[in-house]
């Protein structure tokens, strides 16, 4: 009776060190996955914002294509990319960017779809987007465009009728 007692006390007790040393075990292994997957998260982020930026790369002379089949006028001499390409939420490629040397003025934003290798949606700054104006479109009203003019100062309106090639 002595004899299989103490032979269950030890089988207990072997029992109970091989579950603790398992749950031990399984603890660290946890501790190193949960670094490592941090880190799988960071060089994964980091390859597709490396994507991005190649992707962005190469859709530049698209953007300065389309940007140029905007440009009517001929207003456009210089077009600057922003270095800074971002994914947003939705997961597409932003750039940003600016027309003749002047990014306060005349900029704008290009969304580009990775998936399907186009050109998304592009905005434009106000006074950029106004040298996209096609006036033929209004010449059975001509009042549009002379109340358009109207809005600007002089200074300005002699501007805009340079960038639009109405004066020199």
Do not use: C
């Not at 002047?102 to 700054?125: D, T």
Request: charged share 40%.
């Amino acid at each position: 009776m002595k004899k299989t007692i103490k032979i269950l006390v030890v089988l207990i007790s072997i029992i109970v060190i091989a579950v603790i040393s398992l749950v031990i075990q399984q603890d660290k292994q946890k501790k190193s996955n949960d670094t490592g997957g941090e880190n799988f998260v960071q060089e994964k982020e980091k390859s597709d914002q490396e994507k991005a930026e190649e992707f962005a790369e190469k859709m530049k002379p698209k953007i300065e294509e389309d940007l140029h089949k905007m440009d009517i006028h001929n207003f456009i001499k210089t077009i600057t990319f922003e270095k800074k390409v971002t994914i947003n939420p939705m997961g597409d490629i932003v750039i940003n960017g600016y027309v003749n040397d002047e990014p306060e003025r005349f900029n704008f934003s290009a969304s580009l779809q990775y998936r399907s290798k186009k050109i998304g949606p592009m905005s434009y700054s106000e006074d950029l987007s106004d040298r996209f104006i096609d006036w033929d479109e209004y010449k059975d009203e001509p009042k549009v465009k002379e109340d358009y003019l109207k809005s600007f100062t002089e200074k300005e309106r002699e501007q805009y009728l340079r960038d639009i090639g109405e004066k020199e």
